[in-house]
C-alpha cells in the first residue's frame, strides 16, 4: 500500500495531519490549572478535587520526592488502583522529570518482584493492601523508600472510619518487621511546600514505564516518552469529535496503571480540562450510580464492563442518556452488544485498537461516521499503517492477510534495556511489529484475522500464555503444558490448560488450580484443566493450538 486510503473516510473534522507540540506531559496540567483552574479535575466517592487544587498536592508531594533525592530520570515505581494518590503522585513524579513506573498491584508476588527488580526504581509507592504479602521482596530488593497509601484516604467520614478499622485488623495480625524507609502518603505530602520548580525535561526523555508481554511475550517495560504520549493524547481528542473542552466527564475505571487508562481517561481528561469520576474497581451498582449522579458523557472501557451495564439496564429503568461517546478497547466488540448498548444509551460505542508499544492507541472506528462490522477501524491522525508478509516482510495489497506494523509519533521509545528485543519490533525506519494478522480493505478499514501473539483477552486484561505454562510446568506432577483462551458469556474469554503428566503420576483439576494461585495474579489462574495424553504437535515440535481449541 503506497496510499493512505484511510483518509479519505476520516469525519469532515478529523485532521489528516497532526503537529505535536514541542512540550513535555507535565505542561498538559499547568496549562489546564491556567486555563481552568475552579473546574473539577477529579470526583473520588464524592470528595471534589478541583485542577487548582490538585496543582498544589502535585507540587508538594514532589517536594516531598525531592526530599527522598527523586531527581529527573530516576525511575518510580507506582504500584496503586484508581485513587486520587495514583493521581498525585504521577504528576509529582512528572513534575521533578523523573519517569512513572506503572505495576500493576494485583500481579502475583513473583511478577511483582520480576518488575520491581527489573526498573531499578529506589523508590515505590505502593498500595497498602499489597505490602504484608511483598516485605520480603521490598527487602531483598534494596529500595531505599517505600510510600504507602490507602483506599480509604479521600473517603467520606464513615466510609473512611470502617476501613480503617478493616485495615488495622488485618495489619495486626502481619508481625513481620520492616526494614526499608516506610513513610506514609499522607505524611510526605504535608512535609511538601509550595516551591517546587519544573525540571528541564525534553520531549524526548523518557516518561513512563509499562510492563506487557510485547509482541515476543516475555515481560518487558515498554519507554514511552514525553512526545509519544502527548501525541497520542491529541490524536485521542481530535478522533472524538463534538469533544467540549471543560465539559466532558468522563467515568474513570479503567485501570490508570494500563496505557488504555492511562491515555483515553488520565492524559485526556486532564488536556482537556474534563472531569474525571474515580473509581478503584467496577461494580456496576456504584458505576451505574455516578452514571446518573455526574451525568457521564465518554466511557472508556472494555467489552465487559458494557455487557454489565447493559444487562443492568434490561432489569431497571436506568437513564444512560448522558452517555455520548464510548471508545471500546482490550478485546473484540460483539456486534450484538455495540448495537444493543448504543440503543440503550443513544450514544455511541466502537472499537478501537492498539498495544502499549505504541501508547497504546493507533486505530479506531470513526465516532459519528461509518463503522464496518469486525473492523478496528481507521489509522489515527500521524499514523501510518501497513500490512506485511510473514516471511519477506514486503508490504501486501489490500485484501491481503499479513502482519500489521505502524508508525507513528506515538511508538515507543524501545524497551527498558533491551536493544536486541527492540530491534526485533522496531525496524531503523519506526516501523513497529504489532504482532497481529489482518487484512486492509479498499477504504482503510482494518480486520483483525488472528492474533499472532495468542493473547487471552480476559475483561481487559491482557493474559500471555507463556508465563501460564512456565508456571503449570513447575509442578512436580506435570510434563507438558499448553494454555489457550476459550469464550466466556461474561469475560470475553477465560484460561483453560491442557497438561500431559509425567509417567506414574497424578493429579487433579483442583490440585493444579490450587498450586497456580500462589504464583499467578487470580485472574491468569486457568479456570479448566483438561489432562491429554499428548499435546498436537508440528514438524517443528510447537504445539498446534488450534487443534486444541476443538477437542
Known amino acids: 500500500?503506497?496510499?493512505?486510503?484511510?483518509?479519505?473516510?476520516?469525519?469532515?473534522?478529523?485532521?489528516?495531519?497532526?503537529?505535536?507540540?514541542?512540550?513535555?506531559?507535565?505542561?498538559?496540567?499547568?496549562?489546564?490549572?491556567?486555563?481552568?483552574?475552579?473546574?473539577?479535575?477529579?470526583?473520588?466517592?464524592?470528595?471534589?478535587?478541583?485542577?487548582?487544587?490538585?496543582?498544589?498536592?502535585?507540587?508538594?508531594?514532589?517536594?516531598?520526592?525531592?526530599?527522598?533525592?527523586?531527581?529527573?530520570?530516576?525511575?518510580?515505581?507506582?504500584?496503586?488502583?484508581?485513587?486520587?494518590?495514583?493521581?498525585?503522585?504521577?504528576w509529582a513524579v512528572l513534575q521533578l522529570g523523573a519517569i512513572n513506573v506503572l505495576i500493576n498491584p494485583l500481579l502475583a508476588e513473583r511478577e511483582l518482584e520480576f518488575q520491581m527488580r527489573n526498573c531499578g526504581a529506589k523508590v515505590a509507592i505502593l498500595f497498602d493492601r499489597i505490602v504484608p504479602r511483598i516485605k520480603k521482596i521490598i527487602y531483598e530488593l534494596d529500595l531505599a523508600h517505600i510510600i504507602i497509601a490507602g483506599i480509604e484516604s479521600y473517603m467520606p467520614f464513615f466510609l473512611n472510619v470502617?476501613?480503617?478499622?478493616?485495615?488495622?485488623?488485618?495489619?495486626?495480625?502481619?508481625?513481620?518487621?520492616?526494614?526499608?524507609?516506610?513513610?506514609?502518603?499522607?505524611?510526605?505530602?504535608?512535609?511538601?511546600?509550595?516551591?517546587?520548580?519544573?525540571?528541564?525535561?525534553?520531549?524526548?526523555?523518557?516518561?513512563?514505564?509499562?510492563?506487557?508481554?510485547?509482541?515476543?511475550?516475555?515481560?518487558?517495560?515498554?519507554?514511552?516518552?514525553?512526545?509519544?504520549?502527548i501525541a497520542n493524547t491529541i490524536q485521542a481528542r481530535v478522533w472524538i469529535t463534538q469533544?467540549?473542552?471543560?465539559?466532558?466527564?468522563?467515568?474513570?475505571v479503567l485501570p490508570l496503571i494500563h496505557s488504555y487508562g492511562m491515555t483515553v481517561c488520565h492524559h485526556l481528561s486532564i488536556y482537556s480540562q474534563s472531569t474525571m469520576i474515580l473509581h478503584p474497581r467496577f461494580r456496576v451498582d456504584k458505576i451505574l450510580s455516578d452514571l446518573q449522579r455526574y451525568k457521564i458523557t465518554i466511557f472508556p472501557g472494555v467489552p465487559t464492563m458494557y455487557t454489565a451495564l447493559v444487562n443492568?439496564?434490561?432489569?431497571?429503568?436506568?437513564?444512560?442518556s448522558s452517555i455520548r461517546v464510548c471508545i471500546s478497547g482490550g478485546a473484540p466488540l460483539p456486534q450484538p452488544l455495540k448495537n444493543e448498548f448504543e440503543e440503550i444509551t443513544g450514544g455511541r460505542l466502537v472499537e478501537g485498537y492498539g498495544l502499549s508499544e505504541a501508547s497504546p492507541i493507533t486505530h479506531c472506528n470513526p465516532i459519528f461516521g461509518v463503522n464496518k462490522k469486525g473492523s478496528i477501524g481507521l489509522p489515527w491522525p500521524g499514523t501510518e499503517a501497513r500490512i506485511v508478509d510473514l516471511k519477506t516482510g514486503e508490504p501486501l495489497d489490500v485484501g491481503e492477510t499479513g502482519e500489521i506494523e505502524v508508525r507513528g509519533p506515538q511508538v515507543m521509545l524501545g524497551y527498558w534495556q533491551m536493544p536486541h528485543?527492540?530491534?526485533?519490533?522496531?525496524?531503523?525506519?519506526?516501523?513497529?511489529?504489532?504482532?497481529?494478522?489482518?487484512?486492509?480493505?479498499?477504504?482503510?478499514?482494518?480486520?483483525?484475522?488472528?492474533?499472532?501473539?495468542?493473547?487471552?483477552?480476559?475483561?481487559?486484561?491482557?493474559?500471555?500464555?507463556?508465563?501460564?505454562?512456565?508456571?503449570l510446568i513447575e509442578h512436580p506432577s506435570v510434563s507438558e503444558a499448553a494454555v489457550i483462551g476459550i469464550p466466556d458469556k461474561y469475560y470475553g474469554q477465560c484460561v483453560k490448560a491442557f497438561l500431559v503428566l509425567k509417567e506414574n503420576h497424578q493429579a487433579t483439576p483442583e490440585e493444579i488450580i490450587?498450586?497456580?494461585?500462589?504464583?499467578?495474579?487470580?485472574?491468569?489462574?486457568?479456570?479448566?484443566?483438561?489432562?491429554?495424553?499428548f499435546l498436537p504437535k508440528n514438524f517443528l515440535g510447537k504445539v498446534i493450538k488450534r487443534n486444541l481449541a476443538v477437542t
Not at 498536592?57 to 527522598?68: D, H, I, P, Y
Not at 494461585?517 to 489432562?531: H, Q, V
Open 312 to 320: 443492568a439496564a434490561r432489569q431497571t429503568k436506568i437513564n444512560l
Open 1 to 90: 500500500m503506497t496510499e493512505a486510503l484511510w483518509l479519505k473516510n476520516y469525519e469532515a473534522s478529523v485532521p489528516k495531519t497532526l503537529d505535536i507540540p514541542d512540550m513535555n506531559l507535565f505542561s498538559l496540567l499547568t496549562e489546564s490549572v491556567q486555563k481552568q483552574p475552579e473546574k473539577l479535575a477529579l470526583v473520588y466517592f464524592g470528595h471534589k478535587i478541583t485542577y487548582r487544587h490538585l496543582n498544589s498536592l502535585v507540587t508538594r508531594f514532589a517536594s516531598g520526592l525531592k526530599s527522598l533525592n527523586v531527581n529527573k530520570g530516576d525511575r518510580v515505581i507506582i504500584a496503586l488502583p484508581n485513587i486520587p494518590q495514583f493521581i498525585i503522585a504521577y
Open 243 to 252: 469533544f467540549q473542552d471543560g465539559e466532558e466527564v468522563i467515568m474513570t
Open 162 to 229: 470502617a476501613l480503617q478499622i478493616k485495615k488495622k485488623f488485618e495489619m495486626e495480625r502481619d508481625k513481620t518487621p520492616f526494614f526499608v524507609d516506610t513513610l506514609l502518603f499522607r505524611e510526605l505530602l504535608n512535609k511538601g511546600i509550595l516551591d517546587q520548580p519544573q525540571q528541564d525535561v525534553k520531549p524526548t526523555d523518557p516518561a513512563v514505564m509499562i510492563y506487557t508481554g510485547g509482541v515476543t511475550g516475555s515481560p518487558k517495560a515498554v519507554v514511552l516518552s514525553h512526545k509519544n504520549l
Open 514 to 533: 490450587t498450586f497456580c494461585r500462589g504464583k499467578l495474579a487470580k485472574y491468569k489462574t486457568p479456570r479448566f484443566i483438561e489432562f491429554v495424553d
Open 421 to 471: 528485543e527492540t530491534e526485533q519490533v522496531l525496524s531503523r525506519e519506526g516501523w513497529l511489529k504489532t504482532g497481529d494478522i489482518a487484512r486492509v480493505d479498499k477504504d482503510g478499514y482494518f480486520f483483525i484475522a488472528d492474533r499472532k501473539k495468542e493473547i487471552i483477552f480476559f475483561g481487559g486484561e491482557n493474559i500471555y500464555p507463556g508465563e501460564v505454562e512456565k508456571v
